[in-house]
Every structure is written in C-alpha cells, then in structure tokens.
C-alpha cells in the first residue's frame, strides 16, 4: 500500500478515539504495523527498522533495548477502514477498503483506474502533471516541449524551440502575405503586388503593396469610413425592419379575409359536391340503366353533382302501324352530400306516376 497522510485520507466513518493510525516518524498512515517492546507504540515496519538499524533509540520513550514485532491485528483494521478516493475533492466517485486504494491510484503511473489522479507527463522537458483523464490531449495538442519537426527543412526540436527559435533565424521560413504569395523572409522583392484594402467594402479605393498594408490598414481616415458604413446600414436595417411590419400588417388582413372563404368552400364541400377523398363506392358518369338496377347512385365527376336515376315501366300504348309498344319512364334526382348506403341520411324521395306517387329512393 502507497504511503497516504491523514490529510489525504476520506473516512465514510470516524475512528474510534483509542485508535491511532498514524506513524510518529513518517507521520503518514501505518504501513505494516509494527509494535514496540518498551512503550507499546505503533510505528510502520520499514520505519522503525532504520530505527534499529543505526541503533538509536525508541523515537517515543528513548528506550535503548526494544523489540519490534508485526502488529497483524493493527494491520487488517487498517487495511480493512472504508475510505472514499484520495481525490474525492477532485470528482471522483471511488468508495472501497483502504488496503484497495493503492491500487485504484496507480501513483506516478499513466495507466490507473483513477482518471484524477495527477501523471507527469511524459516529456522530459515538461513534467508538468495532468490529471490522466487529460493527459493524452496535453501531450498530443498543448505540450510545448513535445518533438517537432520544422516542415521546411526538416530540423528537429521541440514545438517551442522550432516554431520560436528556429522559424525566426531560418530566413527562407515562408511568409503568406495578405495578397497569398507565399515568399522566403529574405527575398528582397517580396511583398510588392498591389492588394484591395480591407476596408474596400466601406469606401477605400486604394491599392496598398503587400509590403505597406499594415501602415495602410492603420491609416485613422478608415474610422470614419467604417462610421459612415454603420450609419448607413443602421438606417437600411430600420428600413427593413418597417417593411416587414407592413408586410406583417397585410398578412393579418389576408388572413381575416381569407376565413370567411374558407368557411364557404367547406360549406359547398360538405352539402353540395363529392370530397376527392370520399371513401365511397360510387360510379362517375356514364352510369347503365336497366329495370332490374332499381335506383343508381353517382357522381357527375370526381368533384361534381350527387345523383341518382332509376327506370320504371309505365302504360301500353296501341298504335296502328308499330303495334304494341311499352312506356318506360326515366326519373332523375339530385342530392346534398355523399349518400351511404348501409345508413341511408336521406328522406325517401317520391315522384308523380300514373296519378299516383312513386317512390325514386326506397
């Protein structure tokens, strides 16, 4: 078990009063408990073996002659107190036996099961220590002591010393200008191509060289340019924002105009022609009528009329040169809505026939 103080140590419950578990010579926890002869004391094994070894005497009661025994009783309450992590304060969740902490921490070691425990990291230049959960991103993307490698002439160093020290005495380091020519620091041709300003778009029309945009750029004429900008594009901005409002406005109007419209067409949808998505069964023009289909129900068109017809026989008329021929009478009607036919909503509808009424729908 790694060496732990009592600051570091979270007990989930107190220590009895009477016992001590603190070494009096490292001052850290009890590690292999060792008991004294002379005054009963505890102290950890490998402490007061260097006690004994340069022959001193007991650090507690100066006692010359003294045994030093393995206390094994001290040693399983100790190992067996229930602690939270050493690095509770630091987030982490861990709760166990004082014995397993050691290994939950891992000290000094990257790999561990504890992710905020602080690990040096790797470089030897830097040693700055991490928690682990961090560790990998700040080798891999901060550490400024981690080997790089210049990508113009291929010397190698540290990220720090090639981008400080090398880039700026290296005088063929390419510089990107303004204009994207990529030149070397020592051309002395470099930087002459005329560029837009950056504040074109505000008003400025000169073309600075490459070489004297920065001077250009900090000319104290481009803040009243940029002012003048603002201004106009505050007054364009309110200007915008009045025409949504009226645009805002007429829609509100459109709308109240547009419900009566709507209450009209669902009205004429309902009572008077066929839905597009009526689930019904009925014929669409041309229907066949006979004396036996009785009454037929249909649609003038998808959307159109709700009719019915029916055929029925009437008198016998005689004439002189054609015989005997048969009257037959067709009847049509017109209807409000779609008509079911297993629950009929319609009233029967009867029609004058030989001076008597006959029902069309029954």
């Not at 009895?16 to 578990?21: M, V």
């Not at 109240?256 to 669902?266: C, G, M, N, S, T």
Request: with cysteine.
């Amino acid at each position: 078990m790694a060496q732990l103080s009592k600051k570091e140590l979270f007990l989930v419950k107190e220590l009895p009063e009477h016992l001590d578990i603190e070494c009096p010579v490292c001052l850290n926890i009890l590690t292999d408990p060792h008991l004294v002869s002379c005054c009963g004391n505890h102290f950890c094994g490998p402490c007061i073996e260097r006690v004994r070894a340069s022959n001193r005497s007991c650090p507690m009661c100066k006692e010359k002659e003294y045994q030093a025994m393995a206390d094994k009783k001290c040693s399983r309450i100790i190992n067996g107190l229930e602690v939270y992590c050493s690095n509770k304060e630091k987030g982490c969740q861990w709760k166990g036996e004082l014995k397993n902490m050691s290994t939950h921490l891992n000290k000094e070691m990257r790999e561990g099961e504890c992710q905020y425990e602080g690990v040096k990291c790797r470089y030897e230049k830097c040693q700055e220590s991490k928690q682990r959960r961090y560790l990998k991103y700040h080798e891999d993307e901060e550490c400024l002591q981690c080997p790089f490698q210049c990508q113009y002439c291929s010397s190698k160093g540290t990220f720090l010393s090639i981008t400080k020290d090398h880039y700026e005495e290296y005088r063929q380091y390419p510089v990107t200008c303004l204009n994207k020519c990529d030149v070397p620091q020592a051309s002395p041709t470099a930087h002459v191509e005329p560029v837009d300003c950056v504040f074109s778009e505000a008003g400025c029309n000169d073309n600075p060289s490459c070489k004297s945009v920065h001077v250009h750029t900090a000319d104290t004429k481009h803040r009243t340019l940029l002012a003048g900008a603002c201004g106009q594009s505050n007054k364009e901005n309110e200007k915008i924002k009045e025409e949504l409002k009226e645009n805002s406005d007429k829609i509100k109007e459109m709308k109240k105009d547009i419900e009566p419209l709507k209450e009209e067409d669902a009205h004429f949808n309902n009572d008077c022609v066929r839905s597009t998505s009526a689930d019904d069964s009925y014929l669409l023009l041309p229907v066949v009528l006979t004396l036996r289909s009785g009454t037929v129900h249909f649609y003038t068109s998808a959307c159109g009329q709700h009719m019915s017809a029916r055929v029925m026989e009437g008198c016998f008329l005689v004439l002189s040169e054609l015989g005997s021929v048969t009257e037959y009478l067709l009847l049509l009607a017109f209807h409000k809505g779609n008509f079911d036919e297993l629950k009929p909503k319609l009233p029967t509808i009867f029609a004058a026939f030989r001076d008597k009424d006959t029902p069309l729908i029954h």
